[in-house]
């Protein structure tokens, strides 16, 4: 049974920093494509960040130049590196793998306030 469990969420103050993690129980976990989302209360689930099998990347203009995300295809992890957190980065994060089916995880909470 596939499972994304993502971990690394928390309180942080504004601009501080949080990696989170999401490790994979998949085979052939090179051939996914990874995405990490985010949901605010009230708000839509966005992408944040996509890293694909081949490692080109995609993220949302509002979090450009603060966040990055990269993949360890030998831990079946993806990570997500957020710098100079703002307030408005509240939410629910959640990863994705996708290929011909997509999986999600259940979500870690980042709080950004002071």
């Known amino acids: 049974q596939v499972q994304l469990r993502e971990s690394g969420g928390g309180l942080v103050q504004p601009g501080g920093s949080l990696r989170l993690s999401c490790l994979v129980s998949?085979?052939?976990?090179?051939?996914?494509?990874m995405a990490w989302y985010r949901q605010a209360p009230g708000k839509q689930r966005e992408l944040v960040a996509a890293?694909?099998?081949?490692?080109?990347?995609n993220y949302a203009d509002s979090v450009k130049g603060r966040f990055t995300i990269s993949r360890d295809n030998t831990k079946n992890t993806v990570y997500l590196q957020m710098n100079n957190l703002k307030p408005e980065d509240t939410a629910v994060y959640f990863c994705?793998?996708?290929?011909?089916?997509?999986?999600w995880g259940q979500g870690t909470q980042v709080t950004v306030s002071s």
């Open positions: 994705n793998a996708a290929a011909r089916v997509q999986y």
């Open positions: 998949i085979s052939i976990f090179s051939i996914y494509d």
């Open positions: 890293i694909t099998s081949r490692r080109n990347t």
